[in-house]
Nanobody
Framework: QVQLVESGGGLVQAGGSLRLSCAAS????????MGWFRQAPGKEREFVAA????????YYADSVKGRFTISRDNAKNTVYLQMNSLKPEDTAVYYC??????????????????WGQGTQVTVSS
């Protein structure tokens, strides 16, 4: 079992940056690959980025590639999402998630076992 708590969301102007954090507690953090997902009003939850257990492999949605960076610090039990060049279409609730399939970064939300409560990101134009 692992508990996940996101932070770092907020309101930012288009072109700005935010860094989201997701702190994990419970079982050994390095037992999990981690992912970030987002859900805008009226839309389905979608994949944003994922990272394997060691941080050596990452995977991004095409819509954020080159703008967002996922990273993790296993000593701090934390995964991060650095978001640059934000656009209004990035507005959503952002969720972090953990999967015991730890060797590969996974884009499929059904593969994730644990979820945080989400943090709101709003990008104004």
């Amino acid at each position: 079992q692992v508990q996940l708590v996101e932070s770092g969301g907020g309101l930012v102007q288009a072109g700005g940056s935010l860094r989201l954090s997701c702190a994990a507690s419970g079982r050994t953090f390095s037992s999990y690959a981690m992912g970030w997902f987002r859900q805008a009003p009226g839309k389905e939850r979608e994949f944003v980025a994922a990272i394997n257990w060691s941080g050596g492999s990452t995977y991004y949605a095409d819509s954020v590639k080159g703008r967002f960076t996922i990273s993790r610090d296993n000593a701090k039990n934390t995964v991060y999402l650095q978001m640059n060049s934000l656009k209004p279409e990035d507005t959503a609730v952002y969720y972090c998630a953990a999967t015991t399939s730890r060797y590969s970064p996974l884009p499929n939300l059904r593969r994730y076992d644990y979820w945080g409560q989400g943090t709101q990101v709003t990008v104004s134009s």
